[in-house]
């Protein structure tokens, strides 16, 4: 029998200008008034890429066009920064975050 508290994490699939592949993990989702908002964890198939990477999290702002999601950076500091305080709040609990 299946045990119902499987871990089973939401994980999307990002690529730069230059066409290279990312793994990101989605810990949390904000949405506004204005967009909806991600916050994206790396993961690694390699576990010594994992700890070596800085554990950082990654916000993206989430659009659609013709139906379809996509995801750029937030360019506004402001934005950012309301969107980021936003997130640590309600992740603090479940994860140690180190603000720089």
Do not use: C
């Amino acid at each position: 029998m299946a045990d119902s508290k499987e871990y089973d994490p939401d994980l999307i699939t990002l690529s730069d200008d230059e066409g290279k592949e990312y793994n990101f993990e989605v810990l949390d989702a904000i949405e506004t008034d204005e967009a909806r908002y991600l916050a994206l964890l790396p993961t690694y198939d390699d576990p010594k890429k994992m700890l070596d990477d800085s554990g950082e999290l990654v916000i993206v702002k989430v659009g659609e066009e013709n139906g379809e999601e996509y995801f750029y950076e937030i360019e506004d500091d402001d934005e950012y920064e309301t969107i980021a305080d936003a997130f640590v709040d309600r992740l603090e609990n479940f994860f140690e975050i180190d603000e720089k």
